[in-house]
Nanobody, 123 residues
Framework: QVQLVESGGGLVQAGGSLRLSCAASGRTFNSAGMGWFRQTPGKEREFVATITWSSASTYYADSVKGRFTISRDNAKNTVYLQMNSLKPEDTAVYLC????????????????WGQGTQVTVSS
């Protein structure tokens, strides 16, 4: 079993940056792909980015490509999301998740989820 705890959210002005962290516990972290999703009220969970267990491969949603960077430190059991050039439309609760499926952009491929951290971008 994997437990995930996100941190680093907050209020930032448009054009600013935030770095989210997701601390994981559990034996399977180092062998699992990890992902970030975001969710706003009344909308479905939206894929943001994912990274393989070895960090060899990353994949991003078109809406964040070139602005966000996902990374991980297996020694610290932590995955990160560096968010630059933030826009008001990036406002959401950001959740990290551990992946056990192959459809990397689908929430159904992730079996463990954190509680999320709120990111608010003001215009």
């Amino acid at each position: 079993q994997v437990q995930l705890v996100e941190s680093g959210g907050g209020l930032v002005q448009a054009g600013g940056s935030l770095r989210l962290s997701c601390a994981a516990s559990g034996r399977t972290f180092n062998s699992a792909g990890m992902g970030w999703f975001r969710q706003t009220p009344g909308k479905e969970r939206e894929f943001v980015a994912t990274i393989t267990w070895s960090s060899a491969s990353t994949y991003y949603a078109d809406s964040v490509k070139g602005r966000f960077t996902i990374s991980r430190d297996n020694a610290k059991n932590t995955v990160y999301l560096q968010m630059n050039s933030l826009k008001p439309e990036d406002t959401a609760v950001y959740l990290c998740a551990s992946r056990n499926g192959i459809r990397v952009a689908s929430p159904t491929a992730y079996n463990y989820w954190g509680q999320g951290t709120q990111v608010t971008v003001s215009s």
